[in-house]
């Protein structure tokens, strides 16, 4: 079964730091991953995705993440970390599609960002 | 980019009542809807599987008599919370899958059971 972990579930930097959210995925098959930001009250925002292709994908406000097959890991980064991004990170992983044609979203347990000002 | 709209954002009511939530596609058609259910400070839990003119597929320890989904169109399902009970208090997120497989996410419903 697919599934994704994220092994903190707070982590904390300096504004202007670099960041790090990390997650590591299991799956079956090629791998389709997905990184979401959730403000307070809110939806999930998509930040990026990884399909195939480069290893390293660029997503929104300046967010990328690396695509690390052998350590089976799709860590979220961002040079240098800004207050609004305090957030909610969600990993996701999409699963095996179904017999309606329907592919379900397998979530991480969520890391909540704090950058410290 | 494709957008999924949610309706209402935010709704209070009281218990033993029911609350029917929306979630549009506005502007891709999607076959396949999603509900989930988040508590706060925790991830999101899938509920169901929701596919125009069929039945929904709901997980495990879902109550489907109690959660009603309905399909009805490419761009459009919805959410009914009967007998609503403070315990159904929690923010619900919709999402829809497109064409390519991919979901797009709504903005989510914050509901209140007093």
């Known amino acids: 079964a697919q599934s994704v972990a994220q092994p903190e579930d707070q982590v904390n930097v300096a504004e202007g730091n670099p960041l790090t959210v990390k997650c590591t995925y299991s799956?079956?098959?090629?791998?389709?991953l997905f990184w979401y930001v959730q403000y307070p009250n809110r939806g999930l925002q998509f930040l990026l995705k990884?399909?195939?292709?480069?290893?390293l994908v660029k997503g929104s406000y300046g967010f990328e993440a690396e695509f690390n097959k052998s350590q089976t890991s799709f860590h979220l980064k961002k040079p240098s970390a800004l207050v609004s991004d305090s957030a909610l990170y969600f990993c996701?992983?999409?699963?095996?599609?179904?017999?309606?044609?329907?592919?379900?979203?397998?979530f991480g347990t969520g890391t909540r960002l704090k950058v410290l000002a | 980019g494709a957008v999924v709209s949610q309706h209402p954002s935010r709704v209070i009511c009281k218990s033993g009542t029911s609350v029917k939530i929306e979630c549009r596609s506005l502007?891709?058609?999607?076959?396949?809807m999603f509900w989930y259910r988040q508590f706060p400070k925790q991830s999101l839990m899938l509920m169901a599987t929701?596919?125009?003119?069929?039945?929904?597929?709901?997980e495990q320890g879902v109550e489907k008599d109690k959660f009603l989904i309905n399909h009805a169109s490419l761009t459009l399902s919805t959410l009914t919370v009967t007998s609503a009970h403070p315990e159904d208090s929690s923010f619900y997120i919709c999402?829809?899958?497109?064409?390519?497989?991919?979901?797009?996410f709504g903005p989510g419903t914050r509901l209140t059971v007093l």
């Open positions: 999402s829809a899958q497109s064409s390519y497989n991919e979901q797009f």
């Open positions: 990884y399909i195939t292709g480069d290893n």
């Open positions: 502007d891709f058609q999607a076959t396949t």
């Open positions: 929701s596919n125009e003119g069929s039945k929904a597929t709901y």
């Open positions: 799956v079956s098959g090629n791998p389709y």
């Open positions: 996701a992983v999409r699963d095996i599609g179904g017999d309606s044609g329907t592919y379900k979203y397998i």
